[in-house]
């Protein structure tokens, strides 16, 4: 398996999550993951990996954006353009790559840069288990950089985990340093901090590239049904259940203040992983966006 190619990057590593109330549930699982420049998707195809193609891993342009088959980098380009981001350098998509064809994503992130290669702006591609998709694009305050100290916040909109309801705030930090590739967020209600999930990923090289493959072939196609798992779990744990659709809620003030986002962008969540996943542990430990952490772990 090539992985060489500048513009393509085979990532590796796990999500991490944690509900505390109204009952403890947590889990970790091992994930496989690629990073793409999509201005340079045409560079992409090799015997391995295809875009609009079969390959044993892949990408398909109708999955994201737009959802047409339309070039996804003058659609990405668009949207920063009318929220007034000066991210005009590269753009990189990180997401779970089809395999064999198939793939379910919960959430796709866009990292899109300045001509000076610093982040300005996070596109958040998020997904539930009942057909729905909404699309989320955050900056920090008046567009500035975005490191590992910037804590993005932004309002929970989307209906992600029947085990949530529509309401309350995100908070998430973005952590790249050389290879790895990490978000961090917290979920908080009226009632504090529920929901804690991290997806730490690192670059993977040969010769490495397809023995990681090969020992985790279902990494990728098994989202779906590791969501489905946990939901039995917190079921059993009696956690409330709201369905399809969840119940309307009484306006109230936000529990946290709002630090961020661009103007002409959604205030909407980023719903990483939603609140199902695979096999129940305990005492996982999962990093909070507001407090330190490292992200090679």
Same mark, same amino acid.
């Given at each position: ?9 085979? $990532? ?24 793409? #420049? ?47 981001? *000066? ?18 994503? *919960? ?11 610093? $982040? ?7 997904? #539930? ?26 309002? /929970? ?46 670059? $993977?090289?040969? *010769? ?28 059993? /744990? ?60």
């Amino acid at each position: 398996m090539n992985t060489r190619n500048a513009s393509l990057r085979l $990532l590796v590593g796990c999500v991490a999550h944690e509900r505390l109330r109204p009952a403890h549930h947590a889990f970790r699982y091992s994930l496989l993951q690629v990073a793409c #420049n999509v201005d340079r998707f045409e560079t992409l195809p090799s015997v391995w990996f295809g875009v609009d193609r079969w390959r044993p891993l892949g990408v398909a342009t109708r999955d994201y954006g737009p959802c047409d088959g339309s070039p996804l980098a003058p659609w990405m380009r668009a949207r920063l353009a009318e929220a007034g981001i *000066p991210a005009d350098g590269e753009i990189w998509l990180q997401t779970i790559p089809r395999v064999c064809g198939y793939a379910f994503n *919960p959430v796709s992130f866009w990292y899109c840069h300045d001509r000076e290669g610093r $982040l300005r702006a996070l596109y958040a591609d998020v997904r #539930n288990t009942f057909g729905g998709r909404h699309g989320y694009l955050l900056s920090a305050p008046g567009h500035a950089p975005i490191d590992g100290t910037t804590i993005l916040t932004c309002r /929970k909109t989307f209906h992600v985990s029947p085990f949530c309801v529509v309401d309350g705030e995100y908070l998430f930090r973005v952590m790249r340093d050389r290879e790895r590739w990490s978000v961090a967020i917290d979920y908080r209600d009226a009632d504090g901090l529920l929901l804690r999930t991290t997806i730490a990923m690192r670059e $993977l090289h040969e *010769p490495h590239a397809w023995w990681r493959f090969a020992r985790h072939p279902f990494d990728a196609v098994g989202t779906l049904w590791r969501i489905h798992w946990q939901a039995f779990g917190l079921a059993r /744990k009696r956690v409330p259940f709201h369905g399809r659709t969840p119940p309307p809620l009484v306006p109230r003030a936000p529990s946290v203040p709002h630090a961020a986002g661009a103007p002409g962008a959604s205030h909407a969540p980023l719903a990483a992983v939603p609140d199902d996943g695979t096999h129940d542990t305990r005492g996982v430990d999962t990093p909070s966006p507001t407090t330190p952490y490292d992200a090679r772990s």
